[in-house]
């Protein structure tokens, strides 16, 4: 059972307590640059720094993540964090932007190893049949927190500094580090290098023939970037929203609209599942990421606003933990490490260019000519991206394979 597993229970309480650290520290970003940055741009180019270091260590993390131990890499990792937030109380106390660039890099060099490490470590820990519902489950407890960490994080900018933000962030990256600790993961052969088949110098090329022999894996892997095109965008557009509605409590209800949409369709997914065929999950949701970027042309409506963000919840909600099911159950195991630190990779060089865009349209022809220009390119590519899996063929319902069907892999040069 899924509740008598020891490993379960710690993954979520860490994720719960290190996720309202991360998030008010988020929040505390963003309070930062709004004093000191007046261009939206400028602010995309800062947060673009730490993607930028993200994608440069990708294919490092993605081979030792393969061939160590995956709780050790988790343990480094959140380390690593600690040591990133005092780079931000040093920019707090001095005011300036340069350590901010030195918190955001580092933090996001360690999130470049965590998060694929857990990834891959999730169904390490959980049965194959389980893989649905702790994906949805950690997706949750991550929507839960971030929640709290917003709402916590506005109610101390009220009545607290600023640096104490980062402190609670600081104190739960610390407890996260000891139930990271408490970890018991069963990685048997496979933690050993040689065991694993992992080539000393394999790298990301590595997956091209990986993904060739499981068109499953990579059409998926292309519709997870359409949703990127918001997200990427997302926090920028909370700003700008705040400031067109002169409101500074939209901001914690955008937040909590997404965060509990994005909780029940995680839930409702297993339902839906039982009567729609995985594309027809993935597309469907996909499309409706594009129509809230729509809804977001009435940026002047309280109402509308969170019924866009409503929306994007929900239907994320039911798109990653599908998505994510397919990329465990289907990728080998042996690859999980480089396969997800790629994803993770491409995931970064979207976000950046979301970011960079996103600053560049808002300065330049404002929120509603680009959430427009955003809501057609995700219907678009959503409608060509089916139309190619019809022509090739493809099917996401394909069963998990045991084996790998393509035989060793060279290790790229």
Request: charged content about 10%; aromatic content about 12%.
């Amino acid at each position: 059972m899924l509740w008598k597993n020891r490993n379960v229970w710690i993954i979520l309480s860490g994720e719960l307590i290190a996720g309202i650290g991360l998030w008010t520290g988020i929040i505390g970003n963003l309070e930062f640059m709004q004093e000191r940055i007046p261009s939206d741009f400028v602010k995309a180019l800062i947060l673009s720094v730490g993607l930028l270091a993200g994608i440069i260590a990708g294919p490092l993390a993605g081979r030792i993540i393969d061939q160590q131990s995956k709780k050790r890499i988790l343990v480094v990792a959140g380390a690593g964090r600690l040591v990133s937030v005092v780079f931000m109380l040093i920019a707090i106390a001095t005011g300036s932007v340069w350590w901010m660039i030195a918190f955001v890099v580092s933090i996001q060099l360690a999130a470049t190893f965590y998060f694929p490490a857990l990834q891959a470590a999730i169904p390490l820990v959980v049965k194959e049949g389980e893989l649905l519902t702790m994906n949805g489950l950690h997706m949750n407890v991550a929507t839960i927190a971030r929640v709290a960490g917003t709402a916590l994080a506005g109610m101390i900018l009220v009545y607290w500094s600023l640096s104490s933000l980062y402190w609670i962030s600081i104190a739960a990256y610390a407890v996260l580090l000891v139930f990271t600790w408490m970890l018991q993961i069963d990685e048997g052969e496979g933690s050993a290098p040689a065991a694993a088949g992992v080539p000393e110098k394999s790298g990301f090329m590595d997956m091209f023939p990986v993904l060739k022999a499981y068109p499953a894996v990579g059409m998926t892997l292309i519709m997870t970037l359409i949703p990127l095109l918001f997200l990427g965008a997302f926090n920028l557009i909370v700003i700008n929203i705040s400031e067109i509605q002169q409101s500074a409590s939209i901001k914690g209800l955008i937040y909590t609209c997404e965060g509990v949409a994005f909780m029940i369709g995680s839930f409702a997914v297993k339902r839906i599942a039982v009567k729609w065929r995985t594309a027809a999950i993935l597309f469907f949701f996909a499309g409706m990421v594009g129509m809230a970027e729509f809804l977001l042309y009435f940026t002047e409506s309280q109402f509308l606003v969170l019924a866009s963000f409503t929306l994007l919840g929900f239907s994320l909600g039911c798109f990653f933990p599908t998505a994510m099911v397919i990329f465990q159950k289907q990728m080998p195991k042996a690859y999980h490490g480089r396969f997800f630190s790629f994803r993770n990779m491409l995931e970064r060089v979207m976000f950046q260019v979301v970011l960079l865009a996103t600053g560049a349209f808002l300065d330049i022809v404002g929120m509603q000519v680009m959430v427009m220009v955003f809501g057609m390119i995700s219907v678009g590519l959503t409608g060509m991206f089916y139309v190619q899996m019809r022509r090739r063929n493809i099917s996401l319902e394909e069963p998990a394979a045991d084996a790998d069907p393509i035989g060793p892999v060279k290790p790229a040069v």
